[in-house]
């Protein structure tokens, strides 16, 4: 297994851990020299805030961990292309590269609905579409349970 695809497969782990709390499943990790320093995945609905996703939460968790606000040499793994807010938040913390699983035809933004990877001035590499059918496939797992509990929903309700 190659070092993105091991990578990614932990940022995977958080994504689960996202889908068993209700939360849409991304999860996401950051490393440096070859070790994980970050871990996180999807928080919005359980912290009540629109800006807990799994990238911002990782790096905030990097910051901390290097007690630097500039996240230089490190690299982070999403298991679903950034959005906007995201691509904010790794420009303003220099990370060095990004790699993600799936495209996000709603709100990506590093070539699917936007492409601000001309803006990302500190990233050196963008690798897209790894592990990209199991992050899919959890997406739409994740997706189909939620329209079966509304429907299920309905019903009871008369």
């Given amino acids: 297994m190659d070092r993105d695809e091991f ?9 689960r851990k996202a889908f068993e709390e209700d939360e849409v499943p991304v999860g996401a990790v950051v490393v440096k020299d070859g070790q994980l320093i970050a871990r ?7 912290l009540h805030d629109p800006t807990a996703h799994a990238e911002i939460l990782a790096i905030t968790q990097a910051s901390n961990a290097l007690k630097s ?25 220099r990370l060095e590269g990004v790699v ?41 797992d994740f997706f189909k349970r939620r329209r079966l509990i509304g429907r299920m929903e309905r019903w009871l309700s008369g």
Avoid: W
């Fill in 40 to 46: 996180a995945h999807n928080q919005t609905r359980r």
């Fill in 69 to 93: 606000q500039f996240l230089y040499g490190c690299h982070l793994y999403v298991t679903v292309e950034p959005c906007i807010m995201c691509c904010g938040a790794i420009l303003m913390s």
């Fill in 7 to 15: 990578f990614m497969r932990e940022a995977l782990k958080e994504a």
């Fill in 100 to 140: 993600f699983g799936t495209s996000e035809p709603e709100f990506g933004a590093l070539g699917s609905v936007l492409d601000l990877s001309q803006c990302l001035t500190s990233l050196k590499t963008i690798k897209r579409h790894v592990l990209e059918e199991e992050a899919r496939a959890l997406l739409q």
